[in-house]
């Protein structure tokens, strides 16, 4: 059997083409592999999830605040209250320190009329 029949040479053929073939969808696979994992797609699909997501959150937010919102100002106060602690805090001390500052007047004054020795008037009637 000779090496040069037909039957070899169209199989021979046939194998060149299929490891072509095989080849340029490798190739094609791997181009796609390096798109799906680049940083900058990655990146992409990163900044689309949280779009979507933080749309969701501000839709759901928007939902209860309209459905309850006496509970959504009690929660924007409390979270107010939160952050202003401080300068209430401050403004508090301030406020018990002059009722403070009052009352220690108005003891010392008191303390100090008390102490003050009383002149008493003598009887300075004659008798005639």
Known sequence: M???????A???IAVERA??????TARELQSELIEMFSPHTWARDIW???KEKGADLAEDAVDAVRNRPAVA????AAIALFFAREPLIDMA???ADGVGTKRKARKSRKK????????KQKNTETIE
């Open 2 to 8: 000779s090496d040069d029949t037909p039957e070899i």
């Open 10 to 12: 169209a199989a021979r």
């Open 19 to 24: 490891r072509a073939q095989m080849f340029e």
């Open 48 to 50: 689309e999830g949280a």
């Open 73 to 76: 100002g009690g929660v924007l």
């Open 93 to 95: 001390g301030k406020l």
């Open 112 to 119: 100090a009329a008390a102490a003050a020795p009383r002149t």
